[in-house]
């Protein structure tokens, strides 16, 4: 996703339209945490009147030896501050704790969507946009989205406040009142000066957020190629080079809070004293009562502090509206797979039919690079057909269409006669089952790894899980672990070899009982004996598997029952082993050129 343009000049419109869904998402909670804020700003103008009248009414008399001051008239005006103390104190709390629930409320609502939006959109969306972008976006965007309710009901509560003081100074000494609220429009200035000046600065470090999440996820996903190819260093200073402008970024925006914020904490009491140079005079010279002084320099004083929270609002706003337009981004990306309400047929091998299949990859510059064209292929229920093409002839999206990872661009993918876009959502995964070229295994046990998805609704039992691993030509392995089932094999499963990983994910699948079993190169980390096994388990098992193997080893081709030769996305040619390898020169040479290689790589082993 492109860097977000800065947005400053309507930074304060678009900040009020993503507070306001907020508002809307969350009501009850942030009302609450309005009305606890509301009492807060309410208690403290109130605690400046009481202070005032007690100062007047008792203190003043009191100290001057004037009056009949009692000590019933003592404890009244203690118990006063004191109860008014009390429900500031309890608006405070609500304030503070509904406050914060609604911010983390959000937040995991938020996150929670963007992640369906990432099961929503369909791998051709996710292969334009980095994983590590995509994990900012779900983290840290969320985060700086929602981070502006923490101080948004206190800011209510201030405005709350401001009446309430504003009435009560007023009140008081009109001439007063008006000096120390002149502070007020100076502040609302600087704050407005503050945020527009933050904002492309908090935009720049957002971005640079995502790009240094994007730079670590990458290394560390390749951290054995890194270290295979001695690369520690480059990445090292790759990553630091990022983390380094995320951190010039960082300081950037705190040097800018360096020099408003003094400002703004100084602001209320340059007011406070200019209230004191004028109100002190007058006093004396019995223009004013000590009571409204004190009432009045009182409320500047507490009002140096919450004021602040407006500031911290209109600081936070950068920050909301750059979370916002990149969480946005996700949840309004279009894309996503279309469905039906078919349903496909629970027993039997699968049929397929494919008619004039097209496909295309987009590129960056939104240029469409075709992949596959015109394919038509029909697979018979029961059969096993391997797909043999050199590299970029269209295998592995061939692949995915036949379970559906994306959809044609051109044409349609059939099974048994249905569609696969009108199939009901879930419905090819319960017929068809892929193994990919890259074998992915979760820091799980094995059992967990097998029965992936299936064990939380009690339909795998053990004896399930030894059968399919029976079938992949693993059970003689995880026999031999030494917590068998319940070994945990670490993450991406470190403590397994490649083959054993493969041959994991194939027990993954057919744990499953698929009608179509698509093998993308799924055995080419495993030795051909035991590749062989496995193929002639599923071949043995067929009246209830149709098997699509991408293939390249000549002793997996020579098992299926038919070839699929790929070149340049079109099936250019069809037949058993035997007769393609005499017929089509271009095959036989393609096939000698893979066993050349698969010798070679045995050769040095």
Known sequence: MPDAAPPAPGTLRQGVRVMARGVRDEPRVFTLAVLGSAVYGAGTAATGWALGRVTGAVVQPALAGTGDVTTGDILLAGALLAGITVVTAAGVVARR???GITMYALQARYRRRVTRAYLRLPLAWHHRHPTGQLLSNANADVEATWQVFAPLPFSIGVVVMLLFAAA????????????????????????????????????????????????????????QVVKALGREGEETRRFAARADRLRDANVAVGRMRGVFDPLLEALPTLGTLAVLGVGVPRVVAGQAQIADLVTITFLLTLMAFPIRAIGWVLGELPRTVVGWDRVSHVLDSTGQLEHGEARLADEGAAALDLHGVGYAHVTEDGEDATVLADVTLDVRAGSTVAVVGATGSGKSTLAGLLVRLVDPRDGTVLVDGVDLRDVRPGGVATAASLVPQGAFVFDDTIRGNVALGLDEDGVVDDDAVWQALRLAQADGFVAALPAGLDTRVGERGATLSGGQRQRLAIARALVRRPRLLVLDDATSAVDTRVEAAILAGLRGGSSGTTVVVVAYRKATISLADEVVFLDRGRVVARGTHADLTVDDPAYARLVQAYQRDADERAARR
């Open 168 to 223: 009560a100074m007023l009140a008081a000494d009109p001439v007063l009142a008006a000096i120390g609220l002149t502070v007020l429009p100076t502040i609302a200035v600087v704050t407005v000066l503050y945020q527009r000046r933050m904002s492309p600065l908090v935009t720049r470090a957002q971005q640079l957020r995502a790009e240094v999440s994007d730079v670590a996820h990458e290394s560390f996903d390749g951290a």
């Open 97 to 99: 704790a509904l406050a």
